[in-house]
Nanobody, 116 residues
Framework: QVQLVESGGGWVQPGGSLRLSCAAS????????MSWYRQAPGKERELVAT????????NYADSVKGRFTISRDNAKSTVYLQMNSLKPEDTGVYYC?????????WGQGTQVTVSS
């Protein structure tokens, strides 16, 4: 059973930065494709970024390209989301997702609020 624990959320002014972390346990981390999703109030959960097990390939939602960077440290079983130039529309609960074949696991989420 994979367990995921997110951290690093908080309040930041527009233009600021945050780095989210997601620590995984209970599985061989390098076997997992990892993703970050977010859900704004009243909206559906949306994909933000994905990274393959070896970290060699990443993909981003158009809305965050050039501002967010997903990375991973397999030795620490942790995936990160560096968020720069934050905008109010980036506000929401950010979730970490792990996937191995057809098995999917979610973290509990961490709140990110961007406002002045």
């Amino acid at each position: 059973q994979v367990q995921l624990v997110e951290s690093g959320g908080g309040w930041v002014q527009p233009g600021g930065s945050l780095r989210l972390s997601c620590a995984a346990s209970g599985f061989t981390f390098s076997s997992l494709m990892m993703s970050w999703y977010r859900q704004a109030p009243g909206k559906e959960r949306e994909l933000v970024a994905t990274i393959t097990g070896d970290g060699g390939n990443t993909n981003y939602a158009d809305s965050v390209k050039g501002r967010f960077t997903i990375s991973r440290d397999n030795a620490k079983s942790t995936v990160y989301l560096q968020m720069n130039s934050l905008k109010p529309e980036d506000t929401g609960v950010y979730y970490c997702k792990a996937q191995w074949v057809f098995r999917v696991y979610w973290g509990q989420g961490t709140q990110v609020t961007v406002s002045s």
